[in-house]
């Protein structure tokens, strides 16, 4: 026999579930995604990055172990467009296409190297209103109805020319 009580029990929970079902997916949409980097702000993390001088992370000089960071949660084959990192742009090979000033906010690391975060920010915005290139679709509206688009974390970028501004700061027309 079922009692009352367990009726009742049986009811409330229904209640409860329906409720949950009813916010949690109006939650999920409603609420940008959280910035996967903000681990880079614990303070152990800055010399991960950041060449150490005075006990004090300096804002200034990058050590030369970023993109080793980088992939230790990032695999190769995943990082979309690939580079070549390590390189000295000061060398300047055979790429004709090369421009002679890399412009100051590219920062290279303490060997004058491209890292990874040549072109991607460590500090920057994981998702802008903007878009980041011309098809890109949005992460999903938010409660004020607007939209958001991931940066990717790019120094530059354009929702009418894409990531075309971003390889313009170094190449002449690619
Ligand atoms: C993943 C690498 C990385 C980590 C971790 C990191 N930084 Fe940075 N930091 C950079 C880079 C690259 C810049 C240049 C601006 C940018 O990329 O956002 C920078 C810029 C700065 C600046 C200059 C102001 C600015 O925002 O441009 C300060 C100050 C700074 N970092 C302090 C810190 C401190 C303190 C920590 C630890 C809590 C830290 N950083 C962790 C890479 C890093
Ligand atoms: C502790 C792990 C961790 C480290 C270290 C890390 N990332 Fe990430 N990163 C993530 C996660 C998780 C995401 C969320 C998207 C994903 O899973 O690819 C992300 C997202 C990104 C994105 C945007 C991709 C997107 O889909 O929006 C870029 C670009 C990126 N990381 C570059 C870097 C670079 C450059 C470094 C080194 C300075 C770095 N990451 C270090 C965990 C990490
Ligand atoms: C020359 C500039 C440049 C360098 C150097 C560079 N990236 Fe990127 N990265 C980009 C651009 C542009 C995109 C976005 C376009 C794409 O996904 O193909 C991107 C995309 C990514 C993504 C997101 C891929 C996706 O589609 O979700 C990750 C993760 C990433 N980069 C990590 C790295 C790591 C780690 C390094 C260093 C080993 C690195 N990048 C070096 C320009 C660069
Ligand atoms: C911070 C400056 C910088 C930016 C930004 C940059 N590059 Fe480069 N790129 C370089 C340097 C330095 C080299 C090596 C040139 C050399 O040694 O001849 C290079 C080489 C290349 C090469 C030759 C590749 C190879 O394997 O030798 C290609 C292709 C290239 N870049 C495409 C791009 C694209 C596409 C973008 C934009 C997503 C971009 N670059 C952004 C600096 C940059």
């Known amino acids: 026999m079922v009692s009352a009580a367990q009726r009742t029990l049986a009811w ?16 999920a949409s409603s609420r940008p995604p959280e910035n996967p980097h903000a681990h880079f702000t614990a303070p152990e993390t800055c010399p991960r990055c950041h060449v150490n001088s005075r006990g004090e992370a300096d804002p200034g000089r990058y050590s030369a172990g970023i993109s080793a960071f980088c992939l230790e949660c990032h695999r ?7 580079h070549p ?4 742009p000061a060398d300047r090979h055979a790429n004709r296409s090369l421009k002679v000033e890399i412009p100051g906010d590219f920062p290279l690391d303490e060997d004058g ?30 409660s004020g ?6 940066t990717f974390y790019l120094r530059r970028s354009s929702p009418v020319r894409g990531f075309a501004t971003l390889c313009e700061a170094c190449h002449e027309k690619l």
């Not at 409330?12 to 939650?27: Q, R």
């Not at 975060?117 to 949005?138: D, I, N, V, W, Y």
């Open 113 to 142: 190297r491209m890292t990874c975060l040549t072109c991607h920010t460590a500090h920057g915005l994981f998702l802008s209103s903007e878009k980041t290139f011309p098809s890109q679709r949005p992460e999903g509206p938010t």
């Open 85 to 88: 990192v390590d390189i000295r």
């Open 145 to 150: 109805g607007g939209s958001y688009y991931k």
């Open 12 to 27: 409330i929970s229904l209640g409860v579930a329906s409720v949950l079902v009813c916010i949690f997916p109006l939650a």
């Open 76 to 82: 190769k084959e995943n990082l979309g467009r690939t």
